[in-house]
């Protein structure tokens, strides 16, 4: 009886563990709706990864790149254009209204491709999100409060690069370096 105990609380402790492995390591993904390489990131990056390392990470994107807002968001000025504001707009307010991590990057990995519509809203249509809270977002205050925090987040870090991927809340460059071209080692290097 005691060694079936001791087994237990073994198997219990471990299983603690590991789920704290798994929720050890948070993503944050600062990118830009119409930037060559946060499409390429993307695409070439995060959707590569297995289920498995995907699901033992927590992720957030962050729309906005090296855009600013004028006049606390009356408008704002995107690197790409007018068309890279409205999109970023857009991703912000979609991924708002996603429940789970796994709907948020199929939405993202699929308007973050060359042959997305740029305006976003077809991707959004296959992510299942509610078309008129989402545009109800885009069009009002909301839309405006959410560009306004991605890019209170961003002046935080100051990026120098987009995409740039910051891991447990702190920027690294070199983290950041290899997250361009290996993402998946670091994840795996992270949860040991």
Known sequence: MKQYLASALLLVALSANIGQLQAAVTVDVYYAHLCPDSVRWVQNQLLTLSPQLLNSITLDFIPFGKAQSVNNGQSFICQHGPAECEGNRVQSCILSLLPTQ???????????????????????FRSGV????????????????????????????????IPTIVFNGQFDQALQDRALNDFAGIIQELLV
Not at 107 to 120: I, K, L, N, T
Not at 132 to 152: D, K
């Open 130 to 161: 509610n078309l008129n809270a989402a545009e109800a977002c885009v069009e009002g205050t909301q839309g405006t409060q959410l560009q306004l925090e991605a890019e209170r987040r961003t002046q935080q870090i100051a990026p120098a690069f």
């Open 102 to 124: 796994q709907a948020q990057v199929n939405y993202v990995g699929c308007q973050m491709s060359f042959d997305a519509d740029p305006r976003g809203w077809e991707c959004a």
